[in-house]
T-cell receptor, first 110, second 113 residues
Framework: LAKTTQPISMDSYEGQEVNITCSHNNIATNDYITWYQQFPSQGPRFIIQGYKTKVTNEVASLFIPADRKSSTLSLPRVSLSDTAVYYCLVRPGNTGKLIFGQGTTLQVKP | DSGVTQTPKHLITATGQRVTLRCSPRSGDLSVYWYQQSLDQGLQFLIQYYNGEERAKGNILERFSAQQFPDLHSELNLSSLELGDSALYFC????????????FGPGTRLTVL
């Protein structure tokens, strides 16, 4: 499985756009990229997934360049409630198990 | 609310004991996953069942076992408990066996004294 690297922590202020970049240099052709959010003492929650280019849903956008060696999760206009750990995961489309790394702890300040 | 339920919410037990954690997946989901989250190891995949059969295995200890029943609920059995087994245990479910979107339950917090 491809190894992912993302910043350990990030700070932001309410109303700002936050971009969290994840590198996955050894991503394979059949790997998909997915992001999860986790609040303290709660189970992770799926945010978004993608294979290439750009994907947008009601919560976030995911930008994946052509070489797919990195991806960027974009959270528009964050609020205090977006303070959480964000995990970037890369895995083949034919397997169910999710391998979580250390994630990025996002702290949103007023 | 993800639709996945786990019982009990909290469990306190002693070393050497055996416990059973229970998970009910979302209605219609055939796949159930178990994860362990501890401070030192982070969030780790343990095992997956799909429609009653084991589908994938992760870093699950031999002292741990799981099963998925015909009604699709799942149980994780932890035996000969050690202090290091203290953790949050999450169950997740998805419709198919390789879905990227998994729905996680609220977890069971196990404390081994």
């Amino acid at each position: 499985l491809a190894k992912t690297t993302q910043p350990i922590s990030m700070d932001s202020y309410e109303g700002q756009e936050v971009n969290i970049t994840c590198s996955h240099n050894n991503i394979a052709t059949n790997d998909y990229i997915t992001w999860y959010q986790q609040f303290p003492s709660q189970g992770p929650r799926f945010i978004i997934q993608g294979y290439k280019t750009k994907v947008t849903n009601e919560v976030a956008s995911l930008f994946i360049p052509a070489d797919r060696k990195s991806s960027t999760l974009s959270l528009p206009r964050v609020s205090l409630s977006d303070t959480a750990v964000y995990y970037c995961l890369v895995r083949p489309g034919n397997t169910g198990k999710l391998i979580f790394g250390q994630g990025t702890t996002l702290q949103v300040k007023p | 609310d993800s639709g996945v339920t786990q019982t009990p919410k909290h469990l306190i037990t002693a070393t050497g004991q055996r416990v059973t954690l229970r998970c009910s997946p979302r209605s219609g989901d055939l796949s159930v996953y178990w994860y362990q989250q501890s401070l030192d190891q982070g969030l780790q995949f343990l095992i997956q069942y799909y429609n009653g059969e084991e589908r994938a295995k992760g870093n699950i200890l031999e002292r741990f076992s799981a099963q998925q029943f015909p009604d699709l609920h799942s149980e994780l059995n932890l035996s000969s408990l050690e202090l290091g087994d203290s953790a949050l245990y999450f169950c997740a479910s998805s419709v198919e066996s390789a879905d990227l979107e998994q729905f996680f339950g609220p977890g069971t917090r196990l404390t081994v004294l």
